[in-house]
């Protein structure tokens, strides 16, 4: 069980959430959360890379050149990779780049970035994000309370927090549905609604 200060939107102490999912040092788990980014990042590649190989090179019905005499290595095709034009030999082919990551592991993962981030004083609990969708006013409120680098984390994806932050040159800001690893463990910062911290607990039971 673990107790979290809770601010409100002006970033003053207003009260504590207690949680029931451990959120101690014990719960820091490195090894998962690497592979999570890991299979993030995989996840990001397109994987459109191609090259032709000797089945895929038009051309090659006649010898290129007769077999004796030439004085150069007989070849029996035009699209042989020893041949200028010819096929690549061993060249990238489109493929498929995810790996699965079961819930339990993202489970963990997310558990470990928290209690991570909780044990550094890097989590910053908001009741609300009020914004008027203005870049520069979500700016001084974070950069005011030393909180950028932030990623930051809301419970609806319509708001506005979300707009406001969209330009912050050292934050982003996501909801909660589309909550990331690799995103929290990029920003040092963590600074999220508490319906959006509860949401985020209850996945992990």
């Known amino acids: ?44 590649r397109q994987g459109t890379a191609c090259t032709k190989n000797k089945a895929l090179v038009s051309g090659g019905g006649a010898k290129p050149f007769k077999q004796k005499g030439t004085g150069n290595a007989r070849q029996g095709s035009r699209r042989s990779p020893l041949m200028p034009g010819g096929g690549t030999t061993f060249g990238p082919t489109p493929r498929d780049y995810t790996q699965k990551i079961n819930k339990r592991m993202m489970g963990k993962a997310i558990q470990a970035v928290l209690a991570d981030k909780l044990q550094a ?76 911290l509860e949401s985020l607990l209850q996945r992990l039971g």
Not at 24 to 41: F, G, S
């Open 1 to 44: 069980m673990s107790d979290i200060t809770v601010l409100n939107s002006k970033f003053e102490t207003s009260g504590s959430l207690s949680t029931e999912v451990s959120l101690t040092p014990e719960d820091i788990n490195i090894a998962v959360v690497h592979q999570v980014v890991k299979a993030t990042l995989a996840g990001r």
């Open 121 to 196: 004083g890097k989590l910053t609990v908001v009741e609300k994000l009020e914004s008027t969708g203005k870049t520069k006013e979500m700016f001084l409120a974070l950069d005011g309370k030393g909180l950028l680098p932030a990623l930051v984390v809301t419970k609806d994806s319509d708001s506005k927090a979300i707009l406001a932050a969209r330009n912050l040159k050292r934050g982003k800001a996501i909801p909660v549905d589309g909550f990331s690893v690799y995103e929290a463990v990029k920003f040092e910062n963590l600074v999220i609604e508490k319906e959006a």
